[in-house]
Structures are given as C-alpha cells and as structure tokens.
Nanobody
Framework: VQLQASRGGLVQAGGSLRLACTSS????????MSWFRQAPGKEREFVAF????????YYTDSVKGRFTISRDNAQNSVYLEMNTLRPDDTAVYYC??????????????????WGQGTLVTVSS
C-alpha cells in the first residue's frame, strides 16, 4: 500500500486549502489515518488523526477549530480541510496510516505507511 498526497500550494493567510491523500490499497482496515507536518527548521509534529473505531478524531491544539480530518473508505482517501490558515501553518504535510493500534497515535513511530509529503505555504 502506498499513500499519495495531493499537491499543496500557496495560499494567503486567512485562506483555506484541502489536502487529499489517496491510498493504492484499501484503507478500511487501517486502524488510524493521520496527518503530520514539518515546518522549515523545525521538528516534525502531529496534526490530526482519524480512528477507524467509532470514527474518533483528535487534533493538536494549534489547529483545533480550524482543521478537519475526514476519511472516505470507499474512496480509499483521507482529507485535511484547513481553514483560517496562518503563516505558521507553512510546512510539508504528510499523511500516514496505522495497520493496527500500538502506542500513542500522536507519534510518527506508531504508523506503518507514510506518504511522500506535500508543501503548503501560507503567505502573510
């Protein structure tokens, strides 16, 4: 299974952007799908995850109320709707998938499949 993220892009502060991540295989069996990001010169950080069980979602504090993660098993895709974007949202965004739940789903190491990353740039 491979994950392919849609192209990011350049957006002005306050704008919106939707990222899509499509899997080459079924995601219905993945216990969790998530997004991480890495800003220039910074550590990679967790953004959001969507759990298969109950459809629960979780967000890092800095994106709560602005970002929404969703999952479409029929399309084998996971999405990240980003609103009210800020310059500090500028980063390479990665989608990930966990085949089974082990450890903290906010950690990169808890996932088994990673996409190639897509750059989102927010201008002030």
């Amino acid at each position: 299974v491979q994950l392919q993220a849609s192209r990011g892009g350049l957006v002005q502060a306050g704008g919106s952007l939707r990222l899509a991540c499509t899997s080459s295989g079924r995601i219905s069996g993945m216990c969790a799908m998530s997004w991480f990001r890495q800003a220039p010169g910074k550590e990679r950080e967790f953004v959001a995850f969507h759990r298969r069980s109950g459809g629960g979602t979780y967000y890092t504090d800095s994106v709560k109320g602005r970002f929404t993660i969703s999952r479409d098993n029929a399309q084998n895709s996971v999405y990240l709707e980003m609103n009210t974007l800020r310059p500090d949202d500028t980063a390479v965004y990665y989608c990930t998938a966990a085949r089974f739940h082990i450890g903290d789903l906010k950690l990169w190491s808890s996932y088994h499949i990673w996409g190639q990353g897509t750059l989102v740039t927010v201008s002030s």
